[in-house]
Structures are given as structure tokens and as C-alpha cells.
């Protein structure tokens, strides 16, 4: 394999792992917006929902059923998607998060957890 930087494949694990912990910390905050009443964004604003959000991501963040976590996590932003088509935003600027979130949930599908995880050991 062609590389620019041949000794960063050593690290190839990483990338994984930095993905898996920002949007597992990200989850974490739209639950923790939601579980305060502070939601405003698309979907449910509920207590459960938010609830549900922060379990997911706290299994994101320690890495443990990962790809379970990710489908889970990726099922919840094409909810948010939908939504914000349901509400005629879906060209938006704010939707650009929301896809890049759910690409990086996607990709922790087919990539597994990376370094540091629990599912290393399972």
C-alpha cells in the first residue's frame, strides 16, 4: 500500500478510537440537553429519549459493543434527519453536523472500535 507516511499505519487503531470517543461525547450532550429540558433540536425532546442517548454513548466512549452502539447511534440521527425534512429544513446549514455525525457513525460500523476498547478483548 501506497503511503505518504508509512510509520502512521503503525497507528492505523487510532483513528477509530478518536472518532468513537468525540461522537460518543457528542451523544452524550444531546442527551444531557434533552434530560435538562434544554432540547431544541429535531426528533423527541424527551427525558427517555435523552436518557437513551447518554447509555448509548457511554457505551460509545468506553468501547464496548461499539458497532451495536454506532447502529444505534446512527439509527437515532437519520431519526433527526427526517425530522428536520419533515420540518422543511433538511437544505439547511445546520444539517451538515448531523450528516457528518452520521457518516462518523457509519464508518465506526465497518471500522470497529479501534485502541483502547472493550471490545478488543471480546
Keep these: 500500500m501506497l503511503s505518504l507516511f508509512p510509520s502512521l499505519l503503525t497507528y492505523r487503531q ?3 478510537f478518536i472518532i468513537r470517543v468525540l461522537l460518543g461525547i457528542t451523544l452524550a450532550y444531546f442527551g444531557y440537553l434533552k434530560v435538562m429540558k434544554r ?4 426528533g423527541s425532546n424527551s427525558v427517555r429519549y435523552g436518557i437513551l ?3 448509548i454513548s ?3 466512549v468506553i468501547g464496548l459493543y461499539t458497532q451495536l452502539a454506532a447502529m444505534l447511534n446512527a439509527l437515532i440521527l437519520l431519526i433527526k434527519l427526517v425530522f428536520k425534512a419533515k420540518e422543511k429544513a433538511l ?3 445546520g444539517i451538515n ?8 457513525a457509519i464508518s465506526l ?5 479501534g485502541m483502547f476498547a ?3 478483548a471480546i
Design 14 to 16: 487510532a483513528g477509530p
Design 39 to 42: 432540547g431544541t433540536s429535531s
Design 53 to 55: 442517548e447518554i447509555f
Design 58 to 60: 457511554v457505551f460509545l
Design 91 to 93: 437544505f439547511s446549514d
Design 97 to 104: 453536523y448531523y450528516v457528518l455525525l452520521l457518516v462518523m
Design 109 to 113: 460500523i465497518f471500522t470497529g472500535a
Design 118 to 120: 472493550f471490545d478488543l
